[in-house]
């Protein structure tokens, strides 16, 4: 687990701000209440559980003793960009080591679905805002899941400046979806064969998770 963790640190850091903190969750009690709000089981069901936080309550105990009001800096959107770019570079260090040992991880922004409760249980103050969690633990022995394929390099991709190119575009995604329907259509004998479009369609349809500028606003974030 030390091992991860400094793994995660030795990303860089905007300004060397190092906006994140990381929760380490290995209290049953803990992981329960945490699975509640996720939804999802390998919440409880994982060798450790990461939670991923910005973190500004450090930057707040300096702005005790400061001459300049540092919290316009931090409270502001920008200071929200910095502490989310910051913990992602984190986490993904830490996902990429771990892999390397050979565990396996998933990353749960299910935790967001209740940042209260989630504040609450892991007793987080102002200045602090949850992120998303990462269960790392051994990989199943009847995991048989091949890489789910990524978007085409020539629709991620772009030479000098950004191609808006609709017709371009929306040929990529029309051959992605084939690719990800039978994706979906091998790994589950049949039984999935939705396109790619069709889940970002329910996905973001969904409109879910709308109260995160108030709970930012209410963390002391975002202010401006
Ligand atoms: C920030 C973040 C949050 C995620 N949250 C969840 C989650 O709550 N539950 C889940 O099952 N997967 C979650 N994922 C995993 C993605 O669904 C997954 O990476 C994506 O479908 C691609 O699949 P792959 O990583 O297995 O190739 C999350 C990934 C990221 C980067």
Redesign the pocket.
């Known amino acids: 687990m030390r091992k991860l963790v400094e793994a995660g640190q030795s990303a860089s850091t905007s300004s060397f701000l190092q906006a994140y903190s990381i929760i380490g969750v290995d209290d049953v009690k803990i992981k329960e209440n945490l699975k509640e709000v996720?939804g999802?089981p390998y919440v409880v069901e994982n060798g450790y559980l990461f939670v991923f936080v910005i973190d500004y309550y450090r930057h707040r105990l300096i702005d005790d003793n400061a001459e300049t009001n540092m919290e316009t800096a931090y409270g502001s959107t920008e200071g929200l960009l910095v502490g989310a770019i910051d913990a992602a570079l984190v986490a993904e260090n830490i996902a990429v080591t771990a892999e390397d040992m050979g565990y396996g991880i998933?990353?749960?922004?299910?935790l967001r679905n209740d940042v209260e409760r989630v504040r609450e249980i892991l007793n987080l103050p102002d200045y602090v805002f949850p992120l998303?969690g990462m269960a790392v633990g051994e990989p199943a022995d009847d995991e048989n899941g091949s890489?789910?394929p990524r978007l085409p390099f020539e629709h991620v991709f772009h030479h000098n400046q950004y191609n808006d190119d609709k017709e371009q575009q929306r040929e990529q995604i029309k051959q992605y979806d084939q690719t990800i329907s039978g994706y979906y259509d091998k790994r589950t004998n049949g039984q999935r064969q939705e396109t790619w479009s069709q889940q970002i369609e329910t996905f973001l349809g969904n409109k879910a998770r709308l109260d995160m500028l108030d709970q930012l606003r209410k963390a002391g974030l975002i202010q401006r």
């Open positions: 996720s999802q998933v990353f749960l922004g299910s998303f890489a789910k």
